[in-house]
């Protein structure tokens, strides 16, 4: 069975060199996705871009070669990849002679796509790239308001209010209070998140305990923005939405899922806590 608990978090595992695409561990969105309602059709555009800072090959002389990898995963793809999998299928090229970047780009694209079910982009980079250099989300930030908080889990919809007594507005928000928990290991997962809608106002108060409600949920990141957004857009009916989380990383990768009621493409700079 291809669930959290059969994968390889939380488990004693050897760290292979050698290339194993079998490693890689594909969890279906479709269970998660029916908890918050989601079924056939997606309310949603989107995709969860990955960036492995931990990626090495040796050339066709035996030389290791060292560089930065962008993934982007369809939020449409029927399945997410297990992170630890990941980390241990982007290990086995360590000592995997490679023709040149393009051969492991192909052979990159080919198994993610099979685990994912769907298309995944392959970049490869350096570190002086630009989709690498470091950016704060744009928006303005809600963490500094003198709220008493006293729920941290699990996440309150209830919170979220639209002041109908305006009119509507363009706003982009910005917290960097997100945290939920691995659903298998209870690791904690940091993050910065993004709001950017069209329609009547927000409240900010309520959208921020909002947000402090995931600090105890346990849900993979892919399922936490899905969740935000449907929450939204249930409670406060934007016209327009997106919803974009900057993950920090663990085991040399970060996950930033971006989910949008339009098909717009999101850049990838990083944080300056990524």
Known sequence: MNTPEHSPLGKDTGYPDRYDPGRLFPIPRADKRAEIGVTDTLPFHGVDIWNAYELSWLDARGKPVVALAEFRVPAASPNIIESKSFKLYLNGFAQERIADADALVATLARDLSAAA????????????????????????????????????GPPRADFLQVETATRPIRETLVSHLLRSNCPVTGQPDWGSVQIAYRGMPIGHAGLLRYLVSFRNHNEFHE??????YVDLMQRCAPQQLSVYARYTRRGGLDINPFRSSTAITPDNRRSARQ
């Open 117 to 152: 079910g769907a298309a995944v982009g392959v970049q490869l980079g350096t570190a002086g790239a630009a989709g690498h250099r470091l950016a704060d989300l744009d928006g303005q930030l809600l963490d500094d308001q003198p709220l008493q908080i006293d729920h941290y």
């Open 223 to 228: 399922q936490c923005v899905e969740r935000i």
